[in-house]
């Protein structure tokens, strides 16, 4: 598991510094200074992996927030004559089940997949279990600063914002135990980039 883990962070993280300094290439100023050999440079190739390793850490806390800020309490503004606690509730409510389906976390096609289970031949099952489990523990500690932040601002008790982290990873982890029972039954392909008329159906 730590291996396989290993194995996925380095991949990630290598992609992603390929991509950093290919948009350093592109930026007109700098792709004049910047030599041929750019992917050789050992100070640039450090600049960018601390650039990764930042991008994963905010990334797990700065989606969350804007989630929160625009979503769940934006929408809620439009409900000023309603218990804050109780329109706090619900919108988080819709809205995770949405989220649920349509950003599952493992029906998500991305190049390093393809990768690692067409390219260097690992295994499929552990490979998307590992990433799987850490996206939710990712999720969960992304979600619990601003449920308890913006929950308790809204008259949510402490006890409860301490658990919705756990019943939103929780709803993600029953849709995509739905999603496999579908695939058993109707041999039908998820695709979360690629959502049926029956998904965005979803109430």
Known sequence: ???????SFSLKNTYRVNGILFFLKQIPLLKRLLPATLYKIKGLKIFANILSVLWEIVSAFLGKF???????????????????????????????????????HLFNPTKDKYYVMILMRMDAREYTLVNYFYSILKA????????????M????????????????????????????????????GYNENKLSKYVWNQP
Do not use: Q
């Open 140 to 151: 969960a500690l992304g979600f619990l600063p601003f449920t308890i932040l913006f929950g």
């Open 153 to 188: 601002g809204r008259g949510v008790p402490l006890w409860f914002c301490l658990l919705l982290p756990l019943c939103i990873v929780g709803m993600k982890l029953f849709a995509a135990a739905v999603t496999l029972w579908d695939y058993e039954k109707r041999g039908f």
């Open 66 to 104: 804007l989630y929160f800020v625009t979503m769940v309490c934006g929408i809620g503004i439009l409900y000023k004559t309603l218990p804050e606690n109780g329109v706090f509730l619900h919108i988080l409510l819709f809205l995770t089940v949405i989220g649920s389906f349509a950003n599952t």
């Open 1 to 7: 598991m730590n291996k396989t883990l290993k194995i």
